[in-house]
């Protein structure tokens, strides 16, 4: 089964989205990405759900990929516009209630949006985001936020491969790292956009959100998680573990900052094994 490359405009903003259908009678599974990827990153893991007949979606955030990069008086690039640009997509495609799958720094809106709008999510898995007011932003992704550092920086293609391999911790084919690239050689604007998230990330307000939020979370939640992160160690994402019984951790020993890259498979498995499970409780 193929994976569908589509568009969507919501009102100002065009989406750009990765789709793979599968199955009606399973609810969609939407992927969240990290930056500075984009959609791309989720090939392998919209193949392997929608093989197992489930719809996947994966979308470019606005100012990522291929979607539209506004400029900030069009469009704030903090969570609070990220989280309602969000909500009108899944709005947009009719999303009333679906697996959510986050991951990396951004991934962040997705746990904001399942925390505001839990009746919407049936099960809720979180690959190497983070979690807690522990987390801190790499430094080499801080100085995109920097004047005048930020603006050169991003402007450089290659910025794209050197972070998505050294988060990955392994070589990535150049046929994919061209794709990863593309949207940087296409336009500053997406450079433009990153140093503009960067910049209003406010990650210490809401990690507090969030770990305020997963106090009273209830829906059945999975971490999957790269054990050689060199950005988001895996101790936030034990303790979480560890304190809530509706979630469970599961270790990709190998594994850094961007486990869907090389280890699709099994974190497609796990996925499926987590969504077909009828009672849900730790061993």
């Not at 405009?9 to 599974?29: C, H, M, T």
């Not at 709005?91 to 209630?97: K, S, T």
């Not at 911790?169 to 940087?184: M, T």
């Not at 770990?211 to 999975?222: A, I, V």
């Amino acid at each position: 089964m193929s994976i569908t490359e589509k568009t969507i405009n919501i009102g100002k903003l065009q989406w750009f989205y990765r789709e793979a259908s599968g199955s009606s009678d399973n609810l969609p599974v939407l992927l969240l990405h990290g930056i500075p990827a984009h959609s791309f990153g989720w090939r392998e893991v919209l193949s392997f759900l929608t093989k197992q007949g489930y719809r996947a979606i994966a979308p470019d955030w606005i100012g990522s990929g291929f979607s539209a990069k506004p400029e900030r008086r069009d469009f704030a690039y903090t969570p609070e516009a990220y989280l309602a640009a969000l909500a009108e997509f899944v709005a947009a495609l009719e999303l009333e209630q679906f697996h959510l799958v986050v991951q990396g720094f951004l991934g962040s809106v997705g746990l904001q949006y399942a925390l505001a709008h839990p009746e919407q999510i049936e099960r809720l898995i979180i690959l190497n985001t983070p979690l807690s007011k522990t987390a801190k932003l790499p430094w080499q992704m801080k100085l995109w936020g920097t004047p005048f550092v930020g603006d050169m920086l991003t402007q450089d293609p290659l910025l794209v491969d050197r972070t998505l391999e050294k988060g990955s911790g392994f070589v990535i084919a150049d046929d994919n790292l061209a794709i990863y690239r593309k949207p940087f050689l296409q336009s500053s604007a997406v450079g433009r956009a990153l140093v503009a998230t960067i910049k209003n990330l406010q990650l210490a307000t809401v990690m507090a959100e969030i770990e305020t939020g997963f106090s009273r979370w209830q829906k059945p939640t999975l971490l999957i998680w790269g054990m050689e992160d060199p950005w988001l160690p895996p101790t936030e994402a034990e303790q979480l573990a560890a304190s809530r019984p509706n979630v469970e951790m599961i270790q990709l020993p190998e594994a850094k900052h961007y486990p869907q890259e090389h280890w699709s498979t099994e974190i497609g498995e796990t996925i499926i094994y987590f969504f077909r499970r009828q009672v849900f409780a730790k061993d």
